[in-house]
């Protein structure tokens, strides 16, 4: 049996005959005349309660091929056509019970043909008032009209009076028919030709599409290839210009160094009170020697410094460094440096636990940065060192009340030898900021700015508590 076809046990509470309302008409299957006027007459039922033109023709062929079997098999059957609501959706159905005269074998019937079921919405078998009924159902459009008790009778006295047709008149109804889904057939099979004509000429105008695209997207390929090959060769230079860069900083910082040493040496000599005594004028002129040759050992020890970190051969000494003792030897070193009245060096105490694992000299080294900035570029006010720790965080932040950075400037500050306009008379060599921030990243952490010119500087150093 197909999947609309279903076998259903038990009574069905519907009202009069097999479980049906009131019918619109009854007819006997007895002999194969009886075929063609079921036929007719359930295509005249379908058409008198308001089923479009299709569904009468198939209703009505549905039930010429189930009477045709049930006449062979058990000597025909009693059909009752009615309206009723279907009980799981409540919308209205036109139902056929045909009602076998004899009993079915085994109590169950399977059409022979599997295109039956799928004519009309519903066929089962159902047993009502102990008699198995074969029943089938078509439902009726929502915008047919309604059915009242008196346009059912109505109905029930036109179909009463209505004279049924021969079998030639069926048999012309059915060829007319049965030309006219010919026809529409042929409509339908024209239309799919056209179709077809259209898609086939998309599809070759897709196609072409995809050919151009992929065309030009090999072409993109190759292009990008090239620039990957390019981007690739390019990175090589520069990593070997970098790593120059860094080996002859390292060579000359070295190099340097030994002679700017022996300078301050001599000049260390010359004004020694055991040496020969000097002119005032040659006193000044040996301390200019010292004080450049000093500025000039800063600037190759940073110099190699920051070679070091370039190449990565800092290495942290990971330990867990307590905070307080950092900020102490920084609060009694800088405190010669603060040689300005106007300027207040300030190092709070940090809150406890005040531990961080990190490498405590380079940390040292980098706030000592920091706070060295600060004091040169600040002219009156203060230079505050603070620590605070959340979230699993430390942030250690060098607050000045300098002249302040333009937003613009706040990242060009962090590249090597850049110094802000106007602040040259101050000294340094603009390496000291790039070299913190390298620290500060193989500590794993962060270094930011915050500043707006007049309003002071804020440099912050986020790490986390427990290291890298």
Known sequence: ???????????EGMPGRHGMSEPLLHLAL????????????????????????????????????????????????????AVDRDVAT?????????APVRPLPEGRYEPQSGAVARLVDTLQVVTVESDTVVRMSRRVPDHAEE?????????????????PGSALDELAAQNAQLIAA????????????????????????????????????????????????????????LRAASESKSRFLA????????????????????????????TGEQARQVGLIRSSAGDLLA???????????????IEPDWSDVDLRAVFGQLRGTLRALATRPEVELVVEEPPAPATVRSDEVLLAQVLRNLLHNG???????????????????????????????????????????????????????????????????????????TSEPGRGSTFTVVLPVGGA
């Open 251 to 278: 060579n000359v910082s070295h190099e340097l160094r030994a002679p700017v040493t022996a300078i301050i040496g001599l000049g260390r000599l010359l004004a020694d009170s055991a040496s020969d005594p000097l």
């Open 375 to 449: 004091l040169k570029f600040t002219e009156r006010g203060e230079v505050r060192l603070r620590a605070e720790r959340r979230d699993g965080m430390w942030t250690l932040s060098v607050t000045d009340t300098g002249v302040g950075i333009p937003a613009e400037l706040h990242e060009r500050i962090f590249e090597e030898f850049y110094q802000v306009p106007g602040t040259t008379r101050v000294g340094g060599t603009g390496l000291g900021l790039p070299y913190a921030r390298r620290l500060v990243a193989l500590l794993g952490g962060t270094l930011e700015l």
């Open 299 to 313: 600037l190759v020890n940073e110099l190699l410094d920051l070679a070091k970190a370039e190449s990565g051969r």
């Open 90 to 98: 409540g919308r209205r159905v036109l139902r056929v019970d045909l």
């Open 1 to 11: 049996m197909s999947e609309r076809t279903e076998r259903s046990e038990g009574r």
């Open 147 to 163: 059915l009242t008790p008196d346009r059912v009778a109505q109905l029930r006295a036109e179909l009463a009076e209505r004279a």
């Open 182 to 237: 010919l026809d529409e057939v042929r409509s339908q099979r024209d239309e799919l030709a056209v179709l077809n004509s259209e898609l086939q000429e998309t599809n070759r105008g897709v196609m072409a599409l995809y050919n151009q695209l992929t065309e030009e997207l090999e072409e993109t390929n190759r292009g990008v290839v090239a620039l990957y090959a390019e981007l690739d060769e390019k990175s090589a230079q």
């Open 30 to 81: 007895r002999v194969e005349q009886d075929i063609f006027l079921i036929r007719q007459r359930g295509r005249e039922v379908a058409a008198a309660v308001g089923l479009e033109h299709q569904d009468q023709v198939r209703l009505a062929t549905a039930l010429s091929e189930v009477a045709r079997e049930l006449l062979r098999g058990v000597d025909g059957a009693d059909v009752t056509f």
